[in-house]
């Protein structure tokens, strides 16, 4: 079946340690988004890609990186710069810009101990 | 830069009912999306309804329907005969020309039984 697969459900990081979230989809999709959901503050935009090998910062970008080497691939690095980084982080990804309808990831929880 | 709103952090309904829930937003553009998603318990995002600007007529999917005054710049979303599991977060989101789909903050809705 088509869709977003990210990787781990889980994550426990010790402070000062960069940490890779992945997200791969199937559905020959053109943009991927990252998007970081803490309680009260609903989804902010980490990172949005509309081609491979590019990608543009969202509101939250600081203390994160992307990469979009394949089509299929989005993966989010979080990085010891990220002053507060235990949160729930979703990706999607839809067909084309200004076509609407993002389908989700099940969410990756990164917790900093 | 564009901005949404959701006034309400929490709604609740009588199983069978009908809510609206609010939602606002700020543009310059004329041409955008808009839409409505559901986050139940499992996290797993999902699409409720989604509304072209350009459409004067107002979407519809089976119990849920929005009212979108573009004027206002309001774009509030109806649940018609509430069931148990309507419970969930929503969230109202925009997309504009620059590829970004930004989301409000979110209304948890509680369904009473």
């Known amino acids: 079946d088509g869709g977003i697969t990210q990787s781990p459900k889980y994550l426990f990081r010790k402070e000062g340690q960069n940490v890779t979230l992945s997200c791969e989809q199937n559905?020959?999709?053109?943009?991927m988004y990252w998007y970081r959901q803490d309680p009260g503050q609903g989804l902010r935009l980490i990172y949005y890609?509309?081609?491979?090998?590019?990608?543009q910062k969202g509101d939250i970008a600081e203390g994160y990186s992307v990469s979009r080497e394949k089509k299929e691939s989005f993966p989010l690095t979080v990085t010891s710069a990220q002053k507060n980084p235990t949160a729930f982080y979703l990706c999607?990804?839809?067909?084309?810009?200004?076509?609407?309808?993002?389908?989700f990831g099940e969410g990756s929880r990164l917790t900093v101990l | 830069a564009q901005t949404v709103t959701q006034s309400q952090p929490e709604m609740s309904v009588q199983e069978a009912e009908t809510v609206t829930l609010s939602c606002t937003y700020d543009?310059?553009?004329?041409?955008?999306?808009l839409f409505w998603y559901k986050q139940p318990p499992s996290r797993q995002m999902i699409l409720v309804i989604r509304?072209?600007?350009?459409?004067?007529q107002n979407a519809t999917e089976n119990r849920f329907s929005v009212n979108f005054q573009k004027a206002a710049k309001s774009f509030s979303l109806k649940i018609s005969d509430s069931q148990l599991g309507d419970a969930a977060m929503y969230f109202c989101?925009?997309?504009?020309?620059?590829?970004?789909?930004?989301f409000g903050k979110g209304t948890r809705l509680h369904i009473l039984p």
């Open positions: 999607a990804s839809s067909i084309q810009r200004l076509v609407g309808e993002l389908f």
């Open positions: 559905l020959n999709h053109d943009a």
């Open positions: 890609s509309q081609i491979v090998n590019d990608f």
């Open positions: 543009t310059s553009e004329s041409d955008y999306y």
């Open positions: 509304q072209e600007a350009y459409k004067q």
């Open positions: 989101a925009y997309e504009g020309r620059d590829d970004k789909i930004i």
